[in-house]
C-alpha cells in the first residue's frame, strides 16, 4: 500500500486527501485495498505507522523533539483538542503551525523522545 501511496507523488497529507477527494484526475482512483486514511488502522500503527511524510515518501526535517517541545510549551495549549484546533488554524491569535513541527507528534517522535501530550503541551 506504502508502495502505491508513494507512487503518486503527492508531497504531503493535504495532497493524499485532495487525491481521494479526485482532486488529481491525472491519477488513477485509489484501489480498493489502498486504504484511504491509514494512520487510523491498528494494524499500521502497531506495525509502526511514521506519518504522511514515510507513507508519501516525502521526506520531512522535523525539529528535534526537544526543540518541538519547547516551541509548543510557549502556546499555552491546554489539551489534546486544543493542539488539533491550532494545526487546523483555529487560534490565529497564536500563530500557524511551523511547517517543521509535525501535526502527529506522537507518530512522528514514537521512538525520538515522545511521552505523551501532557509532556508535548507542558502541563506536567
Known amino acids: 500500500a506504502r508502495e502505491y501511496a508513494r507512487s503518486l507523488g503527492l508531497k504531503s497529507s493535504i495532497e493524499w486527501q485532495q487525491y481521494l477527494a479526485g482532486h488529481f484526475p491525472e491519477l488513477p482512483p485509489r484501489p480498493r485495498d489502498i486504504p484511504a486514511n491509514p494512520h487510523k488502522l491498528h494494524a499500521y500503527i502497531v506495525a509502526g505507522w511514521a506519518g504522511y ?72
Not at 53 to 64: A, E, I, S, Y
Not at 66 to 92: I, N
Not at 101 to 122: M, N, T, V
Open 53 to 124: 511524510p514515510d507513507w508519501l515518501g516525502c521526506k520531512k526535517v522535523f525539529r528535534n523533539c526537544e526543540e518541538a517541545k519547547a516551541f509548543v510549551h510557549k502556546l499555552g495549549l491546554g489539551s489534546t483538542r486544543e493542539w488539533e484546533a491550532y494545526c487546523r488554524g483555529d487560534y490565529p491569535h497564536k500563530g500557524t503551525r511551523p511547517p517543521d513541527i509535525p501535526r502527529s507528534p506522537e507518530a512522528y517522535y514514537r521512538d525520538k523522545g515522545w511521552k505523551d501530550y501532557k509532556d508535548w503541551l507542558g502541563l506536567e
